[in-house]
């Protein structure tokens, strides 16, 4: 397996507070992800990065914050959590992002988040 | 936009059988497309990708795919399936723009039976 990351593997918090996510990985791959997983709708990516303080939105990212300060790191906030960000959120990386695709996703083992 | 879909929720198999998982995508241009499956309390592992080339691709654990244009279909096959194989199967696809438009199905239940 990839060495992949994250924590904490489930939590539980209330409407309305601050929660972030972290994913470290020892791979050394500049592209980071966060997706989400939900029942009927498959994954969908939040947000994701192509090196360190380099970052984009993805098809979900109304509601989350990211950053990444170092190469290992890639950190999912949700600013003031809502029953809706209750789901399974799992971070990827990959070597490249390009036409080559020599390098497909790994993922990590995920992140069970319940917002109360 | 890309799409895909995967129109079984459920596969049921008995040990032995051969399976298919079927998969239909829509894509601007070339497609690249993947099969992940998924097990209990785990993250996605990637299975197999078609980026060129012949049209039937073989992965990892005896899994294979046929890429067909006219049908746009990317159907998952395997010749004997096993127990061991009951997992959640994924089918993305992806222009050729990088990751960030890799679009996922809604996944594929195969259940396989002793």
């Known amino acids: 397996d990839a060495g992949i990351t994250q924590s904490p593997r489930h939590k539980v918090t209330e409407t309305g507070t601050p929660v972030t996510l972290r994913c470290h990985q020892t791979?050394?791959?500049?592209?980071m992800y966060w997706y989400r997983q939900d029942p009927g709708h498959g994954l969908r990516l939040i947000h994701y990065?192509?090196?360190?303080?380099?970052?984009d939105k993805g098809e979900v990212s109304d509601g989350y914050s990211v950053s990444r300060s170092k190469t290992e790191d890639f950190l999912l906030t949700l600013e003031s959590a809502t029953s809706s960000q209750t789901s399974v959120y799992f971070c990827?990386?990959?070597?490249?992002?390009?036409?080559?695709?020599?390098?497909?996703?790994?993922f990590g083992n995920g992140t069970r988040l319940t917002v109360t | 936009a890309q799409s895909v879909a995967q129109p079984e929720d459920q596969v049921n198999v008995a040990e032995g059988n051969p399976l298919t998982v079927k998969c239909t995508y829509s894509?601007?241009?070339?497609?690249?497309l993947f099969w992940y499956v998924q097990y209990p309390n785990r993250g996605l592992q990637f299975l197999l990708k078609?980026?060129?080339?012949?049209?039937l691709v073989k992965g990892s654990y005896g899994f294979e795919a046929e890429f067909n244009k006219s049908q746009t279909s990317f159907h998952l096959k395997k010749p004997s399936a096993l127990v061991s194989d009951s997992a959640l199967y994924f089918c993305?696809?992806?222009?050729?723009?990088?990751?960030?438009?890799?679009?996922f199905g809604t996944g594929t239940r195969l259940l396989v039976s002793p």
């Open positions: 990827a990386i990959s070597e490249s992002a390009g036409s080559s695709y020599n390098s497909p996703l790994h």
């Open positions: 791979e050394n791959h500049r592209y």
């Open positions: 990065s192509y090196g360190v303080k380099d970052t």
């Open positions: 894509v601007s241009g070339n497609p690249y």
């Open positions: 078609y980026i060129t080339g012949d049209n």
């Open positions: 993305a696809v992806s222009p050729n723009t990088g990751f960030q438009k890799l679009v």
